[in-house]
C-alpha cells in the first residue's frame, strides 16, 4: 500500500510499505479519506531544520526531549507524515464492540489503551501502554512508534473501541478535518477557561500555530466571549479570524511589541508564534488570574518566563502536548450541535493524490480529500 512520506525538506512522495493487517482481537482497519495538515508539519517541510537541530542538540542549545520525538537526526527523511484523519472503518478485530465497517470516524494523533493510569487521567498522548518513548503518535517517525502517518490507504488502530470516535450524523467530514489534533487543541486552550470565566476576554497571538490560532479565536467567539483579540502579521490570517467573529490586530512583522497587544486584562492568553518573547507578551497581557496556554514548539534550552510578573499577577501557563481523546465527543458534539464552521480555516483543499506537491504548500491549513467507500478493498 501507499503512503505519504517526507523525504526531505520540499519534497514529499508517495511511498510503499506493507499493508497492514488486524494484529489483535481489539484492533481495527480504518481507511482516510479526509486529512488535515497539521501546523508543526510545515516546520521541516519549509525550512532547513533538521541540520541546524543536529548541531543544537550537541552544542546544548536545544533541549535533548526532541530526540525522543524525532529521532537522533530530527526530521531525518524519510518518514511517513501526517497525524489528522477522518477515516472510514474498514474491517474490525473480534472484540471491537462499538464500531462496524462503514463507520466514519476521527482517528487521535497519539495512541493509546484508554485503560493505564496516564489515560484514566486524560493524559491520552502520555499513554503508559503504547509509547516507548515521549510519545506514541501517528506521523513523527520511529521514534514515536511504528504507527506511520495517517495520509495512507489503510491504517491499523489498536483499541479501536477506545481510540476512534464517530464523526456525528450530518457533520460534513471536511468540517472536522483537524479534529485529530488542530481543532481539539485549540478547544482545551480556551473551552475550559471560558467555562470558568463565562464571558471573559481573550487574546490570541498567531503565527507559528497557524490554524490553531484561528480555531481558537472562533472557538472563543462560539463559547461567549466578550472580547476576542487576533494579533498577526499574515493577511490571510487576519481575515479569516475576522470571518470567525475576533477582532484582527495586524503586526507591522513577525517580531512582535508591547502595542501590538490593545489591552493588559485579558482572562485567555493563547500563544501561537513558538517564541519565548511572545511567551512573555501573553503572560504580561493577562488580568488578576489569567491564564495562558502556549501551544508552540519551544526548543531552546533556559526558556525565560517572568515568575515574578505571574506571581504579582496570580497568573496559570499550562503547556504541553495535546490530549485530544477525552475532549473529541464534547468537539464533535458542539460542531454538530451549533453548526461551527471549523471549515473556514481551510485555506486549501487538494485531491488526495495530489498530496505530495499540496503537501508542500505554502498556505494556512491544507486539507485532503478522495471519496469514501461503501467497504473497498486495500489501496483501492
Known amino acids: 500500500m501507499r503512503e505519504l512520506q517526507f523525504v526531505r525538506t520540499g519534497r514529499l512522495e508517495w511511498r510503499e510499505r506493507p499493508t497492514p493487517v488486524l494484529r489483535d482481537a481489539r484492533d481495527a482497519l480504518v481507511r482516510p479519506f479526509v486529512a488535515g495538515r497539521c501546523d508543526g508539519d510545515t516546520m521541516p517541510i519549509h525550512r532547513h531544520v533538521s541540520r541546524a537541530m543536529q548541531l543544537g542538540l550537541r552544542a546544548g542549545l536545544i533541549d535533548p526531549v526532541v530526540r525522543s520525538i524525532c529521532g537522533p537526526v530530527p526530521f531525518q527523511g524519510p518518514f511517513a507524515i501526517g497525524h489528522e484523519c477522518v477515516a472510514e472503518v474498514f474491517e474490525v478485530g473480534s472484540d471491537v464492540t462499538t464500531l462496524r465497517p462503514g463507520d466514519v470516524v476521527v482517528v487521535p494523533w497519539a495512541v493509546s489503551c484508554g485503560d493505564c493510569r496516564e489515560c484514566r487521567l486524560g493524559l491520552t498522548a502520555k499513554c503508559s501502554t503504547t509509547r516507548a518513548s515521549t510519545l506514541a503518535a501517528f506521523g513523527f517517525g520511529a521514534a514515536s512508534g511504528p504507527w506511520g502517518g495517517m495520509v495512507a490507504d489503510l491504517l491499523r488502530i489498536p483499541f479501536a473501541d477506545h481510540m476512534l470516535v464517530p464523526v456525528p450524523a450530518g457533520v460534513d467530514p471536511l468540517r472536522v478535518a483537524a479534529a485529530s489534533d488542530n481543532l481539539s487543541d485549540a478547544w482545551r486552550c480556551v473551552v475550559p477557561a471560558l467555562r470558568e470565566r463565562p ?182
Open 199 to 380: 464571558g471573559g476576554k481573550a487574546l490570541i497571538l498567531g503565527g507559528a500555530a497557524q490554524s490553531i490560532g484561528l480555531y481558537a479565536a472562533g472557538l472563543a467567539v462560539a463559547h461567549g466571549a466578550e472580547v476576542v483579540d487576533y494579533v498577526d502579521h499574515r493577511p490571510e490570517r487576519l481575515a479569516i479570524a475576522e470571518k470567525l467573529g475576533a477582532r484582527a490586530h495586524p503586526t507591522a512583522g513577525r517580531k512582535l511589541r508591547r502595542a501590538d497587544v490593545p489591552r493588559r486584562d485579558y482572562d485567555i492568553a493563547v500563544e501561537g508564534t513558538s517564541t519565548a518573547a511572545g511567551v512573555d507578551l501573553a503572560l504580561r497581557s493577562l488580568g488578576p488570574g489569567g491564564f495562558c496556554q502556549p501551544v508552540g514548539y519551544y526548543l531552546p534550552v533556559g526558556t525565560k518566563v517572568p515568575l515574578m510578573h505571574m506571581y504579582a499577577t496570580d497568573a496559570t501557563v499550562k503547556i504541553g502536548v495535546s490530549n485530544v481523546r477525552p475532549i473529541l465527543p464534547d468537539v464533535l458534539d458542539f460542531v454538530a450541535r451549533h453548526n461551527f464552521p471549523a471549515e473556514v480555516v481551510t485555506t486549501m483543499t487538494a485531491a488526495w493524490e495530489d498530496a505530495p506537491a499540496a503537501y508542500a504548500a505554502h498556505t494556512t491549513k491544507l486539507v485532503l480529500h478522495r471519496e469514501p467507500l461503501a467497504v473497498s478493498g486495500p489501496g483501492d
